[in-house]
């Protein structure tokens, strides 16, 4: 008796509660609870694909399989069957070779070497499932006493195929102190006839609400198209415009200062978010928290001895994400 005593409490000590997502392992199980409704492990995340852990971000996965310190049997399989672009690993070094072609996508040119005339809009067609994206960027100049006050003085918006639908120079609302030449390339000329600002937002929320009231498109989404960007924020204050949060896609700024090339890289990283292949939950998509920025845990409405009677497995099965991956924008077309 006193032999199997020792046994039990040996085998407490030893006891570890494993996460199904990232791995991490706890001595208590509501410690391993806590963890799972903080953590918001979802199929969304990224996942090494050699060992399958869960990770925060790319950045994050890319540390796991070639950082500094990374796993190392993940970094071994990964140096041989991974791409160093998207990390997806791949069965064989050829299938990942025939992967590079299609991901390392050729560099877009400047606008100025195209030299596309400064337009009307275009109509944008969208045959896809899900609501159409337009990627937008604006290039600013400086007003006020020290030039510092950004201006917009160029703005350029693509559809999904790369195609420019509206290019224009911008008319300053106040003078223009500090062209910013060595970065813009503009000068007093490029906007001595530009188009006012009223009618540049005009132009531009004709393409964006693409004929949806505004009421619904804030509500629902519509026929109003997914707006991508670098620093959205920033450009839609230049513009002296507002569109509905439900709406924006951000994405990270690349520093190359041309409109047309900005608004491509942007539209280019949107694409490849939106198309990661993740499993889709039914009740996850249907609901409207995403839009309302509320997202309401499973773990909520569970009695906490409940949730310490579930399997590793089956908390992570009710954990959601705390955001709308954007690869729902391609499985779900918003509500009309």
Known sequence: MAFEAESDFSKQLTTRHKCSAC??????????????KVSYHSVHQPRCGVCLKH?????????????????????????????????????????????????????PSPIGAMKLPYSDPIVVSH?????????????????????????CALVCLIDEDENVIFHTYVRPQISVTNYRYEITGLTEEHLRDAMPLKLVQEKILQILYNGESIVRARMQGGKARLLVGHALEHDLDCLRMTYP????????????????????????????????????????????AYKSQNVTSKFDSLRAKELEQMSPDELYEISRPNYKCWCLDSSQAIQP
């Open 245 to 288: 949060d439900n709406l924006l896609r951000y994405n990270i700024q690349t520093g190359f200062h041309d409109p047309y090339v900005d608004s491509v890289s942007a539209m280019r990283l949107y694409k490849r978010m939106r198309a990661q292949d993740h499993p889709n939950d039914a009740s996850e998509i249907s609901t409207d």
């Open 55 to 107: 990770c925060k971000s790319f950045e994050s996965l890319r540390e796991h399989v070639i950082g500094p310190l990374p796993k190392e049997d993940c970094s071994r399989v990964f140096s041989e069957q991974g791409c160093n672009l998207c990390l997806k690993v791949f069965d064989s070094p050829i299938s990942l070779s025939e992967h590079k072609r299609s991901c390392r996508l050729p560099a």
């Open 127 to 151: 045959n896809g499932r899900g609501p159409g994206a337009i990627a937008i960027d604006c290039e600013m100049v400086g007003g006020g006493d020290d030039g510092t006050l950004d201006l």
């Open 23 to 36: 791995y991490k392992q706890y001595n208590k199980k509501e410690h391993l609870v806590e963890h799972m």
